[in-house]
């Protein structure tokens, strides 16, 4: 893997100053308020979104990152590709909101704010859709002529949402995000507050396993994708379900689905 560039896309001349990088990650956040976490007794911390391309593979990936205790930390958020840094740099803060890495900042003039709302803000998390990846794969599958369902639930009475349903043929497609869902190759825990991820990230792949057995005993197959996998990759693996389904060779004719 090529050696990534941070703050990847910039095209502005010359090198932002300090005041214009935080005003550009307030506009991106949504308000200065809203780029907080919340690091338990050591208080809020002002967070920014970082950008980073691989020179290898030209992906983009976003990263939270903030500074507490003389400690520069930072939590993969996910894979971006708007057409513009500000888009990215704006997907990147959702991401971390969905993911319930956010606190947002209290209002000096609002005395009752408590640091333990904060906190337990901050351990909400819940699923993000339409990422990069999923649009990519959905995009290729569309144009081979197949039709699905989007964030839907494979069985009504299990709470659980795939990102893409094939409901006929009972396949049920996860794009897995790499680090809440502890990829081999670029999954990482967080060496702040490491405890809590550990535990965070351990529910995750509980959840998936628990995921892959209901749906399997109830006569659905499970596709996962990591979302670093390329498009055709992922758009392969899914065909190749759907013929194995259906008794077909991989390579399934236009129109089908």
């Not at 990650?25 to 208080?43: E, I, K, L, S």
Request: net charge positive.
């Amino acid at each position: 893997m090529g050696v990534g560039k941070p703050d990847a896309g910039a095209k502005a001349a010359g090198t932002p100053s300090r005041a214009e990088r935080s005003r550009e990650q307030d506009r991106a956040a949504g308000g200065h308020r809203a780029r907080f976490v919340d690091t338990g007794p050591g208080g809020l911390k002002p967070a920014g979104v970082v950008l980073v391309t691989s020179s290898a593979t030209g992906t983009t990936r976003a990263r939270l990152r903030w500074s507490s205790d003389g400690r520069t930390h930072q939590v993969p958020l996910g894979v971006v590709d708007r057409r513009t840094r500000a888009a990215n740099l704006r997907e990147g803060w959702r991401l971390a909101r969905e993911a319930g890495l956010l606190t947002e900042a209290p209002d000096v003039s609002d005395s009752s704010w408590a640091s333990s709302a904060g906190t337990r803000r901050s351990m909400q998390s819940n699923k993000g859709k339409d990422t990069g990846p999923e649009l990519r794969l959905r995009s290729l599958l569309h144009a081979s002529g197949l039709r699905y369902r989007v964030s839907a639930r494979p069985l009504p009475d299990l709470r659980r949402t795939a990102d893409l349903v094939f409901p006929k043929d009972r396949i049920a497609v996860f794009v897995d995000g790499c680090f809440w869902h502890s990829c081999p190759e670029h999954g990482t825990s967080p060496a702040s507050h490491s405890e809590f991820w550990a535990r965070k990230l351990n529910r995750t792949r509980e959840r998936d396993l628990e995921t892959n057995r209901a749906l399997k005993a109830a006569g659905w197959t499970v596709v996962r994708v990591w979302e670093h996998t390329p498009g055709e990759d992922a758009a392969k693996v899914v065909k190749e379900a759907l013929a194995t389904k259906r008794g077909q060779a991989a390579d399934l004719p236009e129109g089908q689905g």
